[in-house]
């Protein structure tokens, strides 16, 4: 079954609103979570890493304020974009490394689509 | 800066021949690469890494430091083989965060 759970998989907003998403590590402890954005027909590109209790690291180019990242619980991180637009349409994909197997879990993915 | 490149964006086999995934990769130390495949509607899974010297599903993959590369290879394509596959490279440990390839289509015909 899916160690990493992504929610919500498919969502539309109207732009200038706020979308959240949350990924979850559901077997394991992450103190580290990283959030990737995949173009169409391009490949997966880091955007953060997501840190438990710190500031998150973000990627260079990657608007800190546009996309809100937190990390609350060993469990538990969200990104949430801000003031969407439509060039923000993507496809979010969250990561989560389970150490002790030394293996990183994807979640499904978000697609999120402006309009 | 990190790299990997993936130069085919299709493959298209015939069931029964062998098939080969290019990767080719930059970095100034010693990483460890990674293949992970996504199948029709599924999300993105590891197939295999480099330090495990593993065969899963048939596939395998050897890193040529030499040419900078980690191919992977299969000798007897399966329809279920169909999938996107995408290289991926680690400064260090599988937790660690990921630059991938662009991915490589893989279609297996009758």
């Known amino acids: 079954g899916a160690v990493v759970s992504q929610h919500p998989s498919r969502v539309i907003c109207k732009s200038g609103t706020s979308v959240k998403i949350e990924c979850r590590s559901l077997d394991f402890q992450a103190t580290t979570m990283f959030w990737y954005r995949q173009f169409p027909k391009k490949s997966l590109m880091l955007m953060a890493t997501s840190n438990e209790g710190s500031k998150a690291t973000y990627e260079q180019g990657v608007e800190k304020d546009k996309f809100l990242i937190n990390h609350a619980s060993l469990t538990l991180s969200t990104l949430t974009v801000t003031s969407a637009h439509p060039e923000d349409s993507s496809f979010y994909i969250c990561s989560a490394p389970w150490t002790q197997v030394g293996e990183a879990f994807f979640g499904q993915g978000t697609r999120l689509t402006v309009v | 800066a990190q790299r990997v490149t993936q130069p085919e964006k299709l493959l298209s086999v015939f069931k029964g021949a062998p098939v080969e995934l290019k990767c080719n990769y930059s970095?100034?130390?010693?990483?460890?690469l990674f293949w992970y495949v996504q199948y029709s509607r599924q999300r993105l899974q590891l197939l295999l890494r480099?330090?495990s010297r593993e065969s899963i599903k048939g596939f395998t993959a050897d890193l040529n430091k030499g040419e900078t590369s980690f191919h992977l290879k299969k000798p007897f394509a399966q329809e279920e083989d169909s999938a996107m596959y995408y290289c991926a490279l680690s400064p260090g440990g599988g937790g660690n965060k990921l630059t991938f390839g662009t991915g490589t289509q893989l279609k297996v015909e009758l």
């Open positions: 970095y100034s130390g010693s990483p460890e």
């Open positions: 480099h330090i």
